[in-house]
């Protein structure tokens, strides 16, 4: 993302897929997607855009769905809150989740393009496969939208929604520092790090952005990662799988850690985290003797929150997948209007071929102390049944 444009960039929407009775008033979906798009950075979920409201023009037709896969948890949250916004204005729909296996994702698009979908939303299961099968999407006319994950190496992307990962990775590492307070303590305190799928740019960025606050740390001596895995490559967990990164951590206690303490894990999603816990509750951690570390998560997923509330996990961040969802069936519905966004080119991200139209959303911190306010009174993702049984 090129922070330094401040301008706002006018997005014209070029799609020739122009629907019966469409109208061309904006309004509504303009002013909501730019308020969404500079929500403010205290944590606070912004309104989604909504297309359906105050507009004369209608949409029709079908849209194809593609999520990663089913195994991580929140995609098919993600895909249900996507179908009903888009029901709710009038388009049908078709979900496919990939079972993370590229070919699967590519011939899903492949199809559906075949079929005559007017838009795809696209979580990648490989952000840098799908420039062919886009290119023959965009010749068809078809409005491709870039989801959670930023497809790379290609223009045929017509808007990219997400949470902002950078902040993501730092508020995970700031976490750490406040929770050991490096501010005072010296140290030093141990700590290891995992971060996602190598083929998702999230990882990347969530790593960058953990190590902005960390490095200065590590670099002094206060925070050391014993194994000496600090780099993508070297912490990367393939799917962001719970098991592969319970493997790891094992790899790692064994390796590292037979005599020694560890303090912190940076992880940057909850399914990993939990991962790492069930390496560690294995080796007798989570007693008073020997407590868990700080370990960061990301996500809102019923597990990892039930993991905040009975304090396994140290924190995570909130990502409002309805919100998110509402976002690209919002954009999907003014694009295939042929409607004009304007948005914040200062939040576009870079994805190789150019900057791509974004819509940031803010992730939301939350731990044990506020757990309750943020995933069930602000929000009412989920109940207090859900969490506490
Ligand atoms: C990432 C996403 C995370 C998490 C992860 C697991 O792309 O940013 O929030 O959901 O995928 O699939």
């Known amino acids: 993302m090129k922070k330094s444009i401040v301008l706002v960039l006018v997005v014209l929407m070029t799609v020739s897929m122009l629907l019966a009775g469409c109208g061309n008033d904006s309004t509504a979906s303009e ?79 492949e199809n ?25 999407a965009k010749k068809a006319g078809v409005t491709v939208i870039s989801y959670d994950r930023l497809i790379q190496g290609t223009e045929d992307v017509d808007y990219y929604v997400t949470f902002d990962n950078i902040k993501v990775g730092e508020v995970c590492g700031q976490y750490i520092v406040d929770a050991l307070d490096l501010e005072t303590n010296q140290g030093p305190f141990n700590l290891e790090i995992f971060t996602g799928d190598i083929a998702d740019n999230n990882a990347k960025m969530t790593l960058e952005g953990g190590m902005n606050i960390l490095q200065p740390y590590i670099d002094n001596g206060q925070l050391v990662v014993k194994s000496g895995q600090t780099t993508l490559e070297q912490t990367a967990t393939k799917g962001w799988a719970t098991g592969e990164a319970q493997n790891r951590m094992d790899n790692i206690m064994s ?57 396994t996990l140290s924190m995570s961040l909130f990502k409002d997948t309805r919100a998110l969802a509402k976002q690209a069936i919002d954009l999907t519905a003014a694009s295939l209007k ?52």
């Open 31 to 109: 002013s909501a997607a730019s308020q969404e798009a500079s929500a403010s950075a205290t944590g606070e979920s912004a309104p989604a855009a909504d297309a359906s409201e105050g507009g004369t023009g209608t949409v029709s037709g079908k849209i194809g769905i593609l999520m990663p896969s089913v195994v991580v948890a929140r995609w098919a949250d993600d895909a249900k809150s996507m179908e009903e916004a888009a029901k709710a204005i009038g388009l049908e729909t078709e979900v496919q989740f990939a079972d993370d296996a590229i070919e699967t994702q590519v011939m899903q698009i």
């Open 112 to 136: 559906m393009v075949t079929k005559g979908y007017k838009a795809l939303i696209i979580c990648p299961v490989n952000a840098e496969a799908l420039t062919e099968v886009l290119g023959k």
């Open 255 to 311: 390796g590292f850690y037979t005599s020694d303490k560890l303090d912190a894990i940076f992880s940057t999603y909850g399914g990993m985290s939990l991962g790492c816990i069930a390496s560690l509750q294995a080796l007798g951690y989570g007693t008073d003797e020997k407590p868990m570390p700080i370990i960061t998560a990301q996500d809102g997923e019923l597990a990892i929150v039930q993991a905040v509330a009975n304090g």
């Open 338 to 389: 042929g409607e004009t966004v304007e948005l914040d080119a200062s939040k576009f991200y870079d994805n190789g071929a150019f900057e791509v139209p974004t819509v940031l959303l803010d992730p939301i911190p939350f731990d044990k102390s506020n757990l309750d306010k943020v995933m069930i009174e602000d929000s009412g993702y989920w109940t207090k049944e859900d969490i506490y049984g």
